[in-house]
């Protein structure tokens, strides 16, 4: 017999099937906010996405370019590493997939980067076969800015740090390089259902 | 308390080794406020911690169903036992048992420390501004408490927003350590009540607050925001739009968009 918090019963929520609740995860109905710093104003009059890095000729889209390119509706459930998971969230952008059409690359990791300086890194396999998207729609409405509105990366398989606020592009590299998270002390990878949380685990 | 033990050395922190669970005793619990309670655990074999980090406390029930939160450490790295202080959320699933229903001498399953931005370190030798709403006082008071036990003489400010006077968090020892003349001004705030007698800001925090509180842009104050979301983006859009680099300023928040503060 393991230990036992003395006096410990817990809410079960038996309306949610665990199997969509990573280890240590609680489901919230609200949209808490995770941010290191000031949220930073974006005009998207002057935005732009771009793809650099280990390519032989950069991509860049302003917004005009980047909101006509075909665009998904996904559903998914999100796992913030500080334990609210939030199910069946509807976000509306553009498949990585569809930027990363025609690129041919010899990076197998990338660092997406943010208005204010934040960045996260990622291997090219886990933002790649439909599985991230540059978001600029939650429940068919513009992202507000403290949920990383106008546009934030989507990568709902990893911890939602990995899901960059405020963002503006992907350099590929041939190198892991931590990011700002990661290099705090939180996992290089993040996948909840591993519970990946910290350094180490 | 005696001060006879240090917890640990403070360099740990950086270290890539794994977190693992481990055990404090519930040693003291000091009731804060009608809702909030600090306790005071012994951890043996902790490994230090940083001013401003946290931890997470896992619960486990008879029949293996486990909760886990994040929990601020309130103590400094030099201080004798580990001190969370909680806040009892009425419909939580972990604070009314940490408030409540644990008991000196029960353990607590915790590893930590967690968080490697979010942090005041005793030799940042810059002006420092704390502001906090509601229990986001707890890691900065782990910097204050921290700023006194290195006997630093860094100019600080709090300014510190709480509902009513009842809900003031650690006011005695705010009191005491603003008093120390060792260079801390401590500011209260409250907005949803007007005591008499009160010499502190009766209003939510502002602009013209935030004038006569912080230290001028020029002397590139460290600032430190913790509370809830909406009190979070307030302060710190207010010191953006006053001209202060974004970058000097940290943020801690919880609980969602639209709650009330």
Known sequence: MGFVSRGFRGKRRDNVSSSRVPPGQYVVTDFPVLSAGPTPHVNLDQWTFSIEGEIDEPKKWTWKEFSALPADTVTKDIHCVTKWTKLDTTWKGVSVDTLMEGVDTAADFTTVYSDGGYTTNLALDDI?????????????????PQHGGPVRFFVPHLYFWKSAKWVRGIRLQKEEHPGFWESNGYHIRGDPWREQRYWGD | MARAAVLGRLEIPTSRGPLRWQFGTLAEVVRETPRVSSLYLDVPDW?????????????TADDGYQAERSYSIASAPDDPRL????ERLDDGEVSPYLVGELRVGD????????????VWRGEDDRPLLLIAGGSGVVPLMAMLR??????????????????????VIYRDELSRLGAAGDGLTVFHALTREKPAGWSGYTRRIDEAMLKEVAWPIQESPAVFICGPTPFVEAASQLLVAMGYEPRSIKTERFGATGGTA
């Not at chain 2, 490994?47 to 619960?59: C, F, I, K, N, T």
């Not at chain 2, 001190?83 to 909680?86: I, M």
């Open chain 2, 146 to 167: 921290h700023r006194a036990n290195v006997e630093s003489t860094v100019p600080a400010r709090l300014l510190f927003s709480s509902r009513t006077q009842a809900d």
């Open chain 2, 83 to 86: 001190a969370l202080t909680v």
């Open chain 1, 128 to 144: 790649t076969a439909n599985k991230a998207w540059v978001v600029y729609e939650f429940d068919g409405q513009p992202i507000e």
């Open chain 2, 47 to 59: 490994q230090g911690h940083l001013a401003g980090q946290h931890v997470d406390v896992r619960l």
């Open chain 2, 107 to 118: 353990r607590l399953e915790l590893r930590g420390p967690i968080g490697g931005f979010f």
